[in-house]
């Protein structure tokens, strides 16, 4: 059974032609959703005010990292359990969310992994590269030991939420959580997820060769 403890968390930015879709099959399996609208200038929020989610809405483009930061904290004021972050491009599966969750109960955080089993949908070849080879350098740069170093499907109890604070308002987000989760000390594992790669996602989504290049910068600076 669902609890009504775990929030669904989701940063949207110019995601009209897709977030009904996403938000609807989430809200369909019983869990409530907070759509963080991040400065669209479509109808994001319009089209992701149905049954079941809460919209919360910023006047201008603040980044991933803040949207989601936003969520978050609106989650814990509403009584959260556990906080389930998902990305609005249609490119999750809701059926990995009670793994990821159940992993919470021996875990602080659960990330999931494009490369544990499960599959890659859509992917080229080149993209899985890279991707992989972001995964190596985050991981030299990180001191972790992770097979995917930056899916946005992830889940983590409320407890943990304020080690994992996010200042980083953008893409660097990403690598400010996997140092933040060595840091802290917090028991992580990492789940089998599915990713779906459409036109939209891959057209929407960062490049696996920015995000070297994000963790890169943000690990420079941070040293």
Not at 68 to 92: K, N, P, S, W
Not at 143 to 172: E, I, K, N, V, Y
Request: hydrophobic residues 45%; proline residues 2%.
């Amino acid at each position: 059974m669902v609890s009504r403890e775990t929030y669904v968390v989701i940063a949207a930015f110019n995601e009209a032609s897709v977030i009904r879709g996403v938000v609807g099959e989430v809200v369909a399996h019983g869990y409530p959703v907070i759509v963080v609208d991040d400065g669209s200038r479509d109808d994001t929020a319009a089209k992701a005010r149905i049954a079941g989610v809460t919209v919360v809405r910023h006047a201008i483009n603040l980044g991933q990292g803040a949207a989601l930061q936003t969520g978050i904290d609106y989650a814990l004021r509403r009584g959260a359990r556990e906080i389930v972050t998902y990305d609005a491009d249609g490119q999750h599966s809701v059926e990995d969310i009670p793994e990821l969750v159940a992993a919470l109960a021996t875990h602080d955080i659960a990330l999931g992994s494009r490369f544990l089993g499960k599959a890659i949908v859509g992917a080229s070849q080149r993209r899985r590269l890279l991707l992989r080879a972001a995964t190596t350098l985050s991981n030299r740069m990180s001191g972790l030991r992770l097979s995917d170093a930056h899916c946005g499907l992830r889940a983590f109890r409320a407890t943990a939420a304020p080690a994992l604070r996010l200042t980083q308002d953008r893409m660097a987000h990403a690598s400010e959580l996997l140092r933040k989760i060595r840091t802290s000390g917090l028991r992580v594992v990492e789940v089998p997820v599915t990713v779906k790669y459409t036109a939209h996602s891959v057209r929407k989504g960062q490049g696996a060769l920015q995000a070297i290049r994000i963790l890169f910068d943000y690990f420079f600076r941070m040293s």
